[in-house]
């Protein structure tokens, strides 16, 4: 049953047992089981992606979507973060794209998911429609925002990525890495003005990225004066 595999798999990760043994496990109860549940698909399928195992991911997965052709939200969520960890953003694109026109609720972990897929494939528009649907009053991660603030940089969009760096930390959902990647992208620009609003004293004094940074600008903004 359900319970029993999960223990089985629980103790397998916890082992010291060679990794390649572990995946074919986790392969082999998909190929010997005629009804595998849904949630130990999930399961499996994110042990398969810590351990990186490529190949036994793309057959397990093969035999999910076969198994689960119309998978809850919870199994579509994770059929996405497989195909993102294979590299397949389209692939994984695909399927949010039907889980939209079904009309079911958009979970945000799903959504989380689609903003890395969109940062993956470098699609501005994708992230945009994923950024301006999601509820935000929850959480879409650090991880996706800081995808999405990264995107907007490298598309140069730096005021965009600026107010949603604003937005985001109000709700403390802002990772240092894009803090330092849009700070740093402003001052390259010689947009010292839209830096300068990003600047606090705390930051200053306990941020040492931002610190020597905001040494630049502020002594920049001097000598333009």
């Not at 509820?135 to 140069?156: D, F, P, R």
């Not at 109000?170 to 990772?175: A, P």
């Not at 803090?179 to 004094?205: G, K, P, T, Y």
Request: proline share 2%; glycine share 4%; hydrophobic share 45%.
């Amino acid at each position: 049953n359900d319970k029993f595999f999960k223990a089985i798999l629980n103790g397998f990760s916890k082992s010291s047992l060679p990794s390649d043994i572990f995946e074919f496990f986790c392969v082999d109860i998909c190929t010997v089981y005629s009804r595998v549940p849904e949630s130990l698909y999930c399961t499996m399928t994110t042990i398969l992606i810590t351990h990186d195992a490529i190949q036994e991911l793309r057959v397990m997965l093969s035999m999910f979507e076969e198994a689960y052709p119309s998978p809850s939200e919870v199994g579509i969520q994770h059929m996405m973060q497989a195909y993102l960890h294979l590299k397949q953003g389209a692939t994984a694109w695909r399927i949010f794209e039907a889980l939209k026109t079904g009309g079911l609720p958009l979970h945000v972990d799903v959504l989380k998911v689609a903003m890395h897929v969109a940062a993956m494939e470098q699609d501005l528009a994708r992230a945009e429609e994923v950024y301006n649907v999601y509820n935000h009053t929850l959480s879409l991660g650090k991880s996706a925002v800081e995808a999405y603030i990264i995107l907007l940089i490298k598309h140069n969009q730096l005021e965009r990525a600026l107010l949603v760096y604003k937005n985001e930390k109000r709700r403390k959902h802002v990772s240092d890495e894009a803090l330092h990647q849009l700070f740093a992208a402003l001052v390259q620009a010689d947009r010292e003005d839209l830096a300068m609003q990003m600047l606090s004293r705390e930051q200053l004094e306990d941020d040492a990225k931002i610190g020597f940074l905001g040494i630049v600008v502020l002594w920049n903004s001097v000598v333009d004066t």
